[in-house]
Nanobody, 116 residues
Framework: QVQLVESGGGLVQAGGSLRLSCVVS????????NDWYRQAPGKQRELVAS???????RYEDSVQGRFTISRDNAKQTVSLQMDSLKPEDTAVYYC??????????WGQGIQVTVSS
């Protein structure tokens, strides 16, 4: 099955940047999309960014223009570049893979904290 391991989280000041990476292993030939979700304490989990197997991307409105999702097929890695970070971006971020049967595979989550 598919396994995902996230890295790159941490603590930054408002206005700073972080780059999250997610290494995907296992069967990747039938991947429909890679997604990044986040969940802040007391809040619902929300979809932040997605990229399809054909390279189409979508972003949640609040991160549009600040975050960039990308995939390196050779390294089997999906990344989320986060610039101009705000305290409201503080959350646990999750990397996911969705196959063409719409089964979802989740990483363990990684903390991003933005101080004011």
């Amino acid at each position: 099955q598919v396994q995902l391991v996230e890295s790159g989280g941490g603590l930054v000041q408002a206005g700073g940047s972080l780059r999250l990476s997610c290494v995907v292993s296992g069967s990747t030939f039938d991947i429909n999309a890679n997604d990044w979700y986040r969940q802040a304490p007391g809040k619902q989990r929300e979809l932040v960014a997605s990229i399809t197997n054909r390279g189409s991307v979508r972003y949640e409105d609040s991160v549009q223009g600040r975050f960039t999702i990308s995939r390196d097929n050779a390294k089997q890695t999906v990344s989320l570049q986060m610039d101009s970070l705000k305290p409201e971006d503080t959350a646990v971020y999750y990397c996911t893979v969705v196959d063409r049967s719409f089964n979802a595979y989740w990483g363990q989550g990684i903390q991003v904290t933005v101080s004011s």
